[in-house]
């Protein structure tokens, strides 16, 4: 029996989830990355924390990058210089693997790039018991503030509600595969905090019709910079610099039109023209009917 759309998705969201072996290659590496900021002479570690979608649930198999915050105690440097110090450390460390400094990150690249690491040096700035609140590199330079617990509470809050039915993460994982599949640059962490926002005034999930109208908001707000949905930190933009910023806008435009097609065929009865849209969409990934 050919497959509805919904199905599709069901089968399409399964598909995106990492596999067990990518989780356990990355709890090895990361040992060895904790020992090796720990032993740092720069600075002195007070805690790590993972921030990004890999052990959130919003990750895409064989796209999940790990970010790891490193909480540093010293005398605050520059944001340059607290990136120079992470590196420096992790490719003492790691002499023959590739580490580059990728504002606001330093990103290491395990087995050849197919497993790479973002980590992110920060000095807190919020008092003991409150949100953790840390200043962290801009990624144009600078300090700018962020509270990534809040951000992670603020998505399984969200993710959580009655008749959402974990819509949050869906859709936030749906959207970076479009990102991943198409080559987008635009930052994974604004999609899944403007996914999580646009679920928040939901009161079911339906993943094409939500999709549909997610990327369609995207699109009218024009990738405006969003600010901190608990009020903690900085506003946060969507892309690094005015050209990646040209050219996402370019693809969303693009993908909003092909989701509107595809949900209209759906709601038209027109499965298939529904899934040819929805591969379009995908790059070439989404299930054959």
Partial sequence: MALSVSQGFDIFLERLTPLQSERDAKARHRRSVETSLTNSARFTVQRFRETGSFGHGTGVRNHCDVDLLVSMSANQPTSDTALLWVKETLQASFPTTVVQIRPPTVVVM??????????????????????????????????MSSAPTSHLEYVNEVNQRDGIRGGAKKLARLAKAWKYFNTVPVSSFYLEMRAAQYMEVQTSFRPLVHLCGYFEWLDKIQLAD??????????????????????????????????????????AGDASSAFGCLDLVFGGRFPGR
Avoid: Q
């Avoid at 690491?117 to 144009?140: A, H, K, N, Q």
């Fill in 110 to 143: 395990f087995a050849d790039g197919a497993e790479k690491w973002e980590i992110l040096p920060g000095f807190r700035t919020s008092p003991t018991g409150d949100t953790p609140v840390y200043d962290i590199p801009g990624p144009t330079g600078g300090w």
């Fill in 226 to 267: 969003m600010n901190d949905p608990k009020g903690k930190a900085s506003r946060f933009a969507a892309c690094s610099s005015t050209a990646p910023r040209s050219s996402t806008l370019s693809k969303l435009r693009t993908v909003a039109a092909r989701a509107r097609k595809a949900a209209d065929a759906e709601h």
